[in-house]
């Protein structure tokens, strides 16, 4: 079982949908918990951070974090073209990680007009 | 967000020949930063872990007398292909954690010929 584990995709919605990216993760010690977006030929940028249960907005993005469940997600909602890109799951501050973020190996969401 | 940059964005060298990338933190401190490589359409692999004043830590399978990293500074990390041969043309991404955040540099392409 891999360490962090993401919806294999690619998803796709169109236009103005909410799309929702799941992840799951293995270690019950994990405190930190990102979602990063990343284009294609470019590097991770971060989108969103979340540390406690519940959900987080920020804009259109909304985390939601459930640590019984060992889940996390990321709802777009009003979804653009050019949200279209890879999302990767990172999660961080656990027990095996020594301080390092081990990552999802994405969900590629594409929005189409 | 933290800042961090890359330089350079893209290198062409010939087999046999080394290449050196740096990554420095712009606005921030970081006693630790993180070497990925990442192949077309692939996933980010972790290479190693880069630590301020002390060797790095070097992920299984990853030649460490090959991939030579330097962390000289609190603001700089340098990564060394050493004697680079075609299967190592890839996207190298550096990334430093500013807090528990992680943030990733521009990456550098590398592609030997």
């Known amino acids: 079982q891999k360490e962090v584990e993401q919806n294999s995709g690619p998803l796709s919605v169109p236009e103005g949908a909410i799309a929702s990216l799941n992840c799951t993760y293995s270690d019950r010690g994990s405190q930190s918990f990102f979602w990063y977006r990343q284009y294609s030929g470019k590097s991770p940028e971060l989108i969103m951070s979340i540390y406690s249960n519940g959900d987080k907005e920020d804009g259109r993005f909304t985390a939601q974090l459930n640590k019984a469940s060992q889940y996390v997600s990321l709802l777009i909602r009003d979804s653009q073209p050019s949200d279209s890109a890879t999302y990767l799951c990172a999660v961080g501050g656990g027990n095996t990680n020594a301080g390092k973020s081990t990552f999802g190996d994405g969900t590629t969401l594409t929005v189409k007009p | ?113």
């Open chain 2, 1 to 113: 967000g933290a800042v961090v940059s890359q330089h350079p964005s893209w290198v062409i060298c010939k087999s046999g020949t080394s290449v050196k990338i740096e990554c420095r933190s712009l606005d921030f401190q970081a006693t630790t930063m993180f070497w990925y490589r990442q192949f077309p359409k692939q996933s980010l692999m972790l290479m190693a872990t880069s630590n301020e004043g002390s060797k790095a830590t070097y992920e299984q399978g990853v030649e460490k007398d090959k991939f030579l990293i330097n962390h000289a500074s609190l603001t700089l990390s340098t990564l060394t292909v050493t004697s680079a041969h075609p299967e190592d043309s890839s996207f190298y991404i550096c990334s430093a954690n500013s807090a528990l955040e992680q943030y990733f540099g521009p990456g550098t392409r590398l592609t030997v010929t």
